[in-house]
């Protein structure tokens, strides 16, 4: 018995280390596009357990609703955490063969010109004030009328201020402040491709958005660490 797990302990030393790193390099890499669809089916599964979890609240049960609603919280943001740094974790990684490549988001805020997310947004609201009838026919209040010079300069200033965020029309903006293409990549959709006929010599800065089934919300990720 020893001669044979002494045979078997050798046989498992004796693996050329070169044959591991093989192996290894040969293992698949998650593509971005893999990879949003793995969170968009991790999301799924989240929404059933919490849709199962409410169900077990008893009626007028408020402090059984209280902590329902509290483990769900922190379901919520365990994932989005997790999603998170996966999605930092794959700027790391190199082009892939599905054509994305994460190297173009350094351009923007590390190579090219250094700034902070504060510097992109403040780039992204003066570009809207110095062109404002780019954007204020496309905005609307709640009752329907559309935005005065003063609801406009407002709208701006809680773009630069504040954690408020629009979407298609402050991409535009911020592609043509920093006169980058932008590509916006999301489940279910083509690409959305902003200035990409005007910039033609940058290579584009890539965003993936991310529509969540339950409250954390829509958001763009740029993919980078902040």
């Avoid at 408020?164 to 293409?181: T, Y």
């Avoid at 083509?190 to 010599?201: I, M, Q, W, Y």
């Avoid at 958001?219 to 660490?225: A, E, G, K, V, W």
Wanted: charged share 30%.
């Amino acid at each position: 018995m020893a001669d044979s797990l002494e045979q078997a302990a050798s046989q498992v030393v004796d693996v050329p280390e070169t044959t591991i790193q093989q192996e290894a390099n040969d293992a698949p890499i998650e593509t971005l596009e893999t990879l949003l669809a793995r969170h968009r089916a991790e999301e799924r599964d989240l929404n059933t357990k919490i849709i199962n979890l409410r169900k077990t609240i008893p009626k007028n049960n408020k402090a059984k609703k209280r902590e329902i609603s509290s483990r769900i919280s922190d379901m919520e943001y365990h994932l989005k955490q997790s999603q998170d740094e996966e999605l930092r974790r794959y700027h790391g990684t190199p082009d892939n063969d599905d054509g994305i490549s994460l190297d173009a988001l350094h351009k923007l805020t590390v190579e090219e010109e250094p700034c902070t997310y504060l510097d992109l947004r403040k780039a992204t609201a003066d570009y809207m004030r110095q062109h404002p009838d780019d954007f204020i026919p496309f905005l609307y209040k709640d009752n329907g009328d559309m935005y005065s010079a003063d609801d406009f300069e407002q709208y701006c200033s809680d773009i630069e201020s504040t954690a408020r965020w629009g979407g298609q029309m402050e991409i535009l903006a911020l592609s043509n402040a920093k006169q980058v293409p932008i590509h916006v990549v999301q489940m279910g959709a083509p690409v959305l491709k902003v200035n990409d006929d005007t910039f033609v010599a940058k290579q584009p800065l890539k965003l993936a958005y991310h529509k969540h089934l339950y409250s954390l919300g829509a958001h763009y990720n740029s993919l980078l660490d902040n």
